[in-house]
């Protein structure tokens, strides 16, 4: 996995992408991770971002789609079925405090036979 950029502040984009979504609540704001994810395994794999990838800032309190969620976002990253060497390519997206914007880190929070957390910049 890789992230390919981030939008701090990417709450104009979001209600852009869906104009009847609701605004992030006052303090804070929508920000867009965009990754890309490789499949190198055997046979196929689904890869569950929505329930894997999550944030943390300078709070230390963590961000996930279900209980942070921005709502519909412009492209968000598929839960499709991946082969060998298949790679997708999407957003995550969270509603997080203001004050943690510059300080968010992306971790992959994977199924429990995987033991370790991986952590990626976002800036």
Same mark, same amino acid.
């Given at each position: 996995?890789?992230?390919?950029?981030?939008?701090?502040?990417?709450?104009? +984009?979001?209600? &852009? #992408?869906?104009?009847?979504?609701?605004?992030?609540?006052? /303090?804070?704001?929508?920000?867009? =991770?965009?990754? *890309?994810?490789?499949?190198?395994?055997?046979?196929?794999?689904?890869?569950?971002?929505?329930?894997?990838?999550?944030?943390?800032?300078?709070?230390?309190?963590?961000?996930?789609?279900?209980?942070?969620?921005?709502? +519909?976002?412009? &492209? #968000?990253?598929?839960?499709?079925?991946?082969?060998?060497? /298949?790679?997708?390519?999407?957003? =995550?997206?969270? *509603?997080?405090?203001?004050?943690?914007?510059?300080?968010?880190?992306?971790?992959?929070?994977?199924?429990?036979?995987?033991?370790?957390?991986?952590?990626?910049?976002?800036?």
């Amino acid at each position: 996995m890789k992230v390919i950029s981030s939008t701090p502040d990417a709450t104009a +984009e979001v209600l &852009d #992408a869906n104009p009847f979504g609701d605004p992030p609540a006052a /303090g804070q704001q929508f920000f867009i =991770a965009r990754v *890309s994810v490789t499949f190198v395994g055997s046979g196929s794999a689904l890869f569950d971002g929505g329930f894997r990838l999550r944030a943390v800032g300078a709070a230390q309190v963590s961000y996930s789609e279900f209980a942070n969620d921005c709502g +519909e976002i412009p &492209d #968000a990253l598929s839960e499709a079925e991946v082969f060998t060497g /298949g790679t997708i390519t999407g957003d =995550a997206c969270w *509603s997080i405090r203001s004050t943690d914007a510059s300080s968010l880190t992306l971790y992959d929070d994977p199924a429990e036979n995987v033991p370790m957390r991986l952590f990626f910049a976002l800036r």
